[in-house]
């Protein structure tokens, strides 16, 4: 599985933009760039995910580099409950035979 | 709708048993997927079933075996429990596609051994 670089730890105040970045420069050009959180005691929660383009949803936008050797994962109003780990992690289409390969994440806190 | 349901929520076990925890995967979905996460480290891969088959198997002992249902539900079994089986259990279903699948996890089953 081709490997994904994330900081240990990010800090942020509420209210306020936050960019978590992911390098992946083994990706491949199956892969898709996921990004999920895990709050405390919960399970991990699907956040967005993409293959080449920008993403947008409710909860963030996903910033892709166009050589996608890196991402962005892009809250753009942090508030107390955005507080989790952050995982980015790549993963190949389709196919029934389909697993995550979780690193070990961002820490995100959001400061009051 | 409802989400991915995990039972029992928190467990306690005595080296050398047996346990068996339960996942009903969203309706739907015909793939589940099995995590153990144990303290400060992102979950870990162990099963994966499609349409009652074993899919993928990540790095666990024969201890570890897991089955679906024909209504796509699925149980993990661990024989000979030890100490470091010590975890959260997560369960997690997703649509089979082209377009990159995405995953949902059940909030888990908290497994002690003591």
């Known amino acids: 599985d081709a490997k994904t670089t994330q900081p240990n730890s990010m800090e942020s105040n509420e209210e306020e933009p936050v960019h978590l970045p992911c390098n992946h420069s083994?990706?491949?050009?199956?892969?898709?760039i996921h990004w999920y959180r895990q709050l405390p005691s919960q399970g991990p929660e699907y956040v967005i995910h993409?293959?080449?383009s920008n993403v947008n949803n409710r909860m963030a936008s996903l910033a892709i580099a166009e050589d996608r050797k890196s991402s962005t994962l892009i809250l753009h109003r942090a508030t107390l409950r955005d507080a989790a780990v952050y995982y980015c992690?790549?993963?190949?289409?389709?196919?029934?035979?389909?697993?995550?390969?979780f690193g070990k994440g961002t820490l995100l806190t959001v400061n009051p | 709708d409802a989400g991915v349901t995990q039972s029992p929520t928190h467990l306690i076990k005595t080296r050398g048993q047996h346990v068996t925890l339960r996942c009903s995967p969203i309706?739907?979905?015909?793939?589940v997927s099995w995590y153990q996460q144990v303290l400060g480290q992102g979950p870990q891969f162990i099963f994966q079933?499609?349409?009652?088959?074993?899919?993928g198997r990540g790095n666990f002992p024969d201890r570890f075996s897991a089955r679906q249902f024909p209504n796509y539900s699925s149980e993990l079994n661990v024989n000979a429990l030890l100490l470091g089986d010590s975890a959260l259990y997560l369960c997690?279903?997703?649509?089979?596609?082209?377009?990159?699948?995405?995953?949902?996890f059940g909030e888990g089953s908290w497994l002690t051994v003591v």
């Open positions: 997690a279903s997703s649509l089979i596609g082209p377009s990159g699948n995405t995953i949902y």
């Open positions: 083994t990706i491949s050009g199956t892969d898709y």
């Open positions: 079933y499609y349409e009652k088959e074993e899919r």
């Open positions: 993409g293959l080449t």
């Open positions: 309706s739907g979905h015909k793939s």
């Open positions: 992690i790549l993963s190949r289409s389709g196919g029934s035979n389909y697993k995550l390969t």
